[in-house]
């Protein structure tokens, strides 16, 4: 593992964001030649598997500037300073669909873009579910679907559904957690 | 849809990288407010399921600056402009692994970070494999480790494998794609 380790020889700070830094280092290649890597400092984030009570998945629909387009993904955000994951989960759960969980299972984490970024996203299927009170953040506006397998699997089919959590979520739903959601 | 648009008032080019680019854009928000957005702006990319004779997932083992550690992952690479991704996956297949395939069967696409970027990873599996030739990248340094489900399994609980595409990846060979690969 560490003979392939590139060493930064400088680290050239060029954008300080209020959600991402971007820096560009020079670094040192296992064969001792040098290389440029541009790279994103995310804070993290974390999405939700979230199965109403009547067998569906819940979903968000969300204008991602990014992409300029609309698509519907599971309740997800990024996780605020010092913010546990699991804590976060709960927040950003009810805030965007206006359901309480009172149990947030864990199930792993993984970097969406390990190429270019750093952001690591931790996934939890929501428990112990109760009415909540939706309140979005003030720049944020979304628009929550409950859909059931088949919806799901259409609208991946149309590109609503598009992103690489949402996908995986979606996956790992269809084979792996349904009996024990249902 | 439309009501959920983000109008762009204003776009501050920030970098001009030879992967990504860095924009801030001032948008107008369904309300009528306006808010900022960090945007990230990415070729795309391509990632491949591979799996051999006997059964065993093909992964790349690579240092990733942006983490700062190696993973493992399924072969992959970034989009030269205007190349087809199915052209784009087997050239990088070759390249990563020595695995020639006389075809890419499409298995969907996906953004991967879109929060804040446009990355868009097309994904294929191969097929038809042949011997070929390792040629990496100048700059790529790269290790080929062919695994069993099993050994997968174990990897992504120890954190080897931590990315979603290689996790998506590894969920749908082992519910939707064994029985037709092996």
Request: proline share 4%; charged share 30%; glycine share 6%.
């Amino acid at each position: 593992m560490s003979s392939m380790e590139e060493k930064t020889i400088q680290s050239t700070p060029i954008f300080n964001g209020s959600v991402i830094r971007v820096h560009e280092d020079e670094v040192t290649l296992p064969n001792g030649k040098t290389s440029r890597r541009e790279l994103v400092k995310h804070p993290g984030a974390v999405a939700v598997i979230c199965v109403t009570e009547e067998g569906k998945l819940v979903l968000v629909k969300q204008y991602r500037k990014a992409l300029e387009k609309a698509i519907a993904e599971i309740p997800a955000g990024k996780l605020e300073a010092g913010e546990e994951p699991a804590v976060c989960a709960a927040r950003e759960l009810e805030e965007e669909t206006g359901i309480r969980a009172s149990k947030m299972r864990p199930l792993g984490s993984f970097y969406t873009s390990p190429g270019f970024a750093d952001e690591l996203v931790y996934l939890f299927l929501a428990e112990g579910l109760s009415q909540g009170t939706v309140e979005a953040d003030e720049d944020e506006f979304v628009e929550r679907m409950d859909v059931t397998p088949g919806e799901a699997a259409e609208m991946v089919l149309r590109q609503e559904i598009h992103d690489a959590k949402t996908m995986y979520a979606l996956l790992l739903w269809e084979t792996k957690l349904r009996t024990s959601t249902t």
